[in-house]
């Protein structure tokens, strides 16, 4: 038998990460860094970055090779909504993500306005409208600025910040029509708040809830934040203005009521929580709950993780997270987006990618998003590219650092924003 860490995390582990983003690239790492990890495995779509450290597996195949490792880390949210990790865990297997029933806090923004209700989470105001007439009225009853979201998943285009009464009511119109699908069925109204915004993490191993660092996302294309909303242009670690305290009273009036009112329901949360919070006047409130890590919020918070990843994931699947040393790195990281010419609309793939080893070697990390490899070439792949990081003694040194690694960048067809964390 594998002999166990404190924590009861085997040594000589197999992991397999579910999922074949950024995201799941800098979850492979940091798990593959550990000593105890013999094995990482991904399943996905091609990414030359997790292909270099991990083999890939078809995502068909995820529940027939997954007894074969020791824990299962699933990445995106769409998996988790669809209960995998039900199906795991029934098969007896050690799971990092939250049930099905869960997930619902990401899968239904409904289900999760209820939760805050009764849980007594700060959050905008909202009406939840089951048909087109009830949305309508319910746009006049609360006037414009307003907030219409599609109830369901909807790959973040389900939200439109209405200005007038006439956009809210377009948006309202556009949903109902099915431009959403099923996710667009019900609508929630919300009453529009102001303020930065920044993103809380927590691990939650169903009885013991902890945070992790802090980070803000760089959600529109362009600098200045302008343009269109995409998943995020750039990240950085700490986020800006937010300090420990915040963070720890943020954890005990949001995130903290929340799960236990889902546990009091009858719903363990397993895995890691994301709160993107609104820092208003009046104080955090709360915009949405994600039930997974953010992409690419996760590339900079595992730097920064001042634990053995595989091990802290790995208490966390098995209601150890109490007995975890589980700490921030002090500094700063920062996270560059380069995407393809064109994101979020269509772009051109297929384009070779060179520099990346100056890139690392000027003393940043790169996360591949959307790249495959062909023989020994890198080729674009997708919209998001590459997420390259660094940290530092602070954010400035963080920032300099990724900028100027990033000049080795050999790929014409890449555009970034100069302004993270600026
Ligand atoms: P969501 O998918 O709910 O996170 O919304 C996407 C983005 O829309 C958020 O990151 C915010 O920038 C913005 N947003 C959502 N809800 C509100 C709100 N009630 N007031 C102001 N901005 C919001
Ligand atoms: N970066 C935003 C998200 O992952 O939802």
Known sequence: MAASTATGAPSGARVLVVGSGGREHALAAAIAASPKVATVAFAGGPNAGLEA???????????????????????????????????????????????????????????????????????????????????????????????????GLAAGKGVVLADTLEEAERAVSVCFDGAFGAAGARVVLEERLEGPEVSLFALSDGKCVRPLATARDYKRAFDGDRGPNTGGMGAVSPAPGFSDAERDAAMDTIVRPSLATLAADGIDYVGVLYAGLMLTREGPKLIEYNVRFGDPECQVIFPRLGADAYEVLYATATGNLADMKLTTEDGAAVGVVVAAEGYPAAVRKDEVIRGLDAVSAAGATVYHAGTRPDGELVLSNGGRVLTVVATGPDVAAARKTVYDALAHLDWPGGRMRRDIAG
């Open 53 to 151: 450290i991990a083999e890939r597996i078809a995502p068909e195949r995820i529940e027939e090779v997954a007894p074969s490792f020791d824990l299962t880390v699933i990445g995106p949210e769409a998996p988790l909504a669809d209960g995998l990790a039900d199906r795991l865990r029934a098969a007896g297997l050690v799971v990092f993500g939250p049930s099905q029933a869960a997930a619902q806090l990401e899968a239904s923004k409904a289900f999760t306005k209820e939760i805050c209700t009764r849980a007594g989470v700060p959050t905008a105001k909202a009406a939840i409208c089951d048909t087109l007439e009830e949305a309508l009225a319910a746009v006049r009853r609360m006037g414009a600025p307003i907030v219409v979201k599609a109830d």
